[in-house]
């Protein structure tokens, strides 16, 4: 079992930034993926960036450019920057890892308990 607690979200003017901290109970290096979703209500959650556990990042187009994700292995936490942050971005943030058990394959996901964030326009 993964514990995930998240932090830093809120309320900012677009434009501004955030940024969101998510520690694990577990040593981050061992996750097949973690990384952060968004949702919006009435919408699936979506992906906004995540880390490999070789250390590729991957990000969603929309927020390219604009954030970035880092990681933090002493500290088993994963942040995500947010800049020039726009009304579109408003959602609750959730903090993900993917384990991947061998020898079945069996995938499991653990998720925070969200985080929300409210850019005004």
């Known amino acids: 079992q993964v514990q995930l607690v998240e932090s830093g979200g809120g309320l900012v003017q677009a434009g501004g930034s955030l940024r969101l901290s998510c520690a694990a109970s577990?040593?981050?290096?061992?996750?097949?993926?973690m990384g952060w979703y968004r949702q919006i209500p009435g919408k699936q959650r979506e992906l906004v960036a995540s880390?490999?556990?070789?250390?590729?990042?991957n990000y969603a187009d929309s927020v390219k450019g604009r954030f970035t994700i880092s990681r933090d292995g002493a500290k088993n936490t994963v942040h995500l920057q947010m800049n020039r942050l726009e009304p579109e971005d408003t959602a609750v943030y959730y903090c993900?890892?993917?384990?991947?058990?061998?020898?079945?394959?069996?995938?499991?996901?653990?998720w925070g308990q969200g985080t929300q964030v409210t850019v005004s326009s």
């Open positions: 880390f490999t556990s070789g250390g590729s990042a």
């Open positions: 577990a040593n981050i290096f061992s996750f097949n993926t």
């Open positions: 993900n890892v993917l384990i991947i058990r061998l020898p079945w394959g069996t995938r499991t996901d653990y």
